[in-house]
């Protein structure tokens, strides 16, 4: 079945790159709807901003204490840039909420950093746009929306009460 993802690629610029992240989403599904899922139940909490980083690291930790040691996989610091490009293309409510740089990614997806304002504002982070200059709510949309839960993510909060003795 075609997802966003494949769509994604299919109109991406060749690379080996993003043929590793493309192989690794259609074996780990998963791992994009918890990227997801987790931005959301950030927002939700109130928090303005998150970091693809932290996020990643955050990723590895829990999908692998679900998975169990019998079941490791590797996900490759090299396809963060990937995920996060791309959940910004699915999901344009959440560009300009982490901080992102300039990578190969962007070649690849056809998307460019903004111009950084002369004065930033507090909490700014830098958006990214299409290539040609469009933002990415007006360009490129998938057919097939990219939906968390269709690959069975837990949807339930990750959050510890903290202890009131």
């Known amino acids: 079945m075609i997802d966003a993802i494949d769509e994604l690629v299919a109109r991406s610029r060749d690379h080996h790159e993003l043929r590793r992240f493309h192989q690794f989403h259609r074996q780990h599904p998963e791992v994009l709807d918890f990227l997801v899922s987790e931005i959301r139940l950030r927002i939700e909490q109130g928090f303005e901003a998150f970091s693809y980083h932290s996020l990643w690291q955050y990723a590895r930790w829990k999908l692998e204490l679900k998975s169990g040691p019998a079941d490791t996989y590797l996900m490759n610091d090299h396809t963060a840039p990937f995920y996060g490009r791309a959940i910004a293309i699915l999901h344009?409510?959440?560009?300009?909420?982490a901080e992102v740089r300039g990578s190969v990614a962007d070649k690849v997806f056809g998307t460019e950093l903004e111009p950084?304002?002369?004065?930033?504002?507090?909490?700014?982070?830098?958006?990214?746009?299409?290539?040609?200059g469009k933002s990415l709510e007006q360009g490129w949309r998938p057919t097939q929306p990219h939906v968390v839960g269709v690959a069975g993510v837990n949807k339930r909060a990750d959050i510890h009460p903290r202890n009131e003795d």
Do not use: H, Q, S, V
């Open 92 to 97: 344009p409510e959440f560009n300009g909420r």
């Open 116 to 132: 950084a304002p002369k004065k930033r504002t507090k909490g700014y982070a830098r958006r990214l746009r299409w290539a040609d």
